[in-house]
């Protein structure tokens, strides 16, 4: 008999909804099309797709020309950062060293192959980052004849903090700098109104609304003039080449429609359950701290914790994992690495503690917390 598995790795991916599975499903089946055909197939297929783009831009609170379908954040990320540096609109980029790896590896490769200048904001101990900081750093560009990319993440991954991004976006603004936000984390749990926030781009991955793998998408705000993401075909309005991903496109934009709609319930359970297991493992796990500001500005659904030393630390996502507990270190990037992830090593977490990550899901209940502490509790005397 199999070990009943309790699923806390939601932020890494979150599991299909059925409902979204069916709709593929029946896509699949019926529309095989493809949509840059000008047959009756291939135009049944591209009216899905722009209906997809419709629901998806009303549900953002942005025009379905400013949204373009892609495989998802990393691919957006990548897309952003680089176009602007390839077309010599920036020559300045300011982030954070708590991003994703999408964007941090991104813009350390521009540094070294393009010579572009990556300035780091601050950030205290909890990894809220010092927009006092990201001011300073824009007024120096004041008087230059190029603009300067600012990319900082709305949802932290592994610490579950929230960025003022309505702040972030009226400093942009200001300084007449570019604001990409990688949103992967919030799309679906967090209210955005792309229009109200006047931000230049963000990123998208459906599978962290409960849809597909391998579909996302890039918002591109209107007024500006983009060019080719990905050369190739005509796609997307010959901003990125590659026939489209029909069914993941219509399974991502029913996902979305499904994750909004239920948002403030969904975060509301979330809330709850996320206190209830922090309380308990208070409780048992002596010397325990919380990473990020937890208790703040903070995404319902991730509690990231830090474990004190214990003979069973370094093994303790595998012991976890023995007893049908998956969480994870950190990103879903980093699961399975040895090493420490960066983000931690930014917050100057010690190296004899452990961290892990729990990343609740709507499927999610109360007795599954109640046995992730037992699970904790046992795993930590038995050693």
Known sequence: ???PRIYLDNAATTPMDAEVVDLMAETMRQCYGNPSSIHFLGRETRILIEKARKTMAALLGCAPSELFFTSGGTESDNMICRYL???GEVQRIISSKLEHHAITHTLENLAHLRGIRVDWVKHDSRGVLDLEDLESLLAQDQGSSHRTLVTL???????????????????????????????????????????????????????????????????????????????????????????????GIVGMARALEKAIHSMDERRARMV????????????????LDFNGDWSGSCLPHILS????????????LINLDIEGVCASGGSACSSGAQSRSHVMEALGMHPDRTAVRFSLGSKNTEEEMDQVVQILQKIWHQA
């Open 85 to 87: 540096v390839e077309q």
């Open 272 to 287: 709850s359950l996320r206190e209830r297991l922090r309380r308990g493992l208070v409780e048992v796990i002596p010397d």
């Open 1 to 3: 008999m199999s070990t």
């Open 153 to 247: 993440m709305h949802g932290n991954n592994e610490l579950g903090n929230l960025l003022d991004i309505a702040r972030v976006s009226a400093l942009c603004q200001s300084y007449q700098a570019f604001f990409h936000s990688d949103t992967v984390q919030t799309v679906g749990h967090v209210p955005l109104n792309l229009q109200e926030l006047g931000i230049h781009s963000i990123s998208g991955s459906a599978h962290k609304f409960y849809g597909p793998k391998g579909v996302g998408f890039i918002y591109l705000r209107g007024g500006h003039s983009w060019g080719p993401l990905i050369q190739g075909g005509s796609q997307e309005r010959n901003m990125r080449g590659g026939t489209e991903n029909l069914a």
């Open 305 to 316: 914790l830090s474990f004190p030393p214990h003979p069973k630390g370094e093994m303790l």
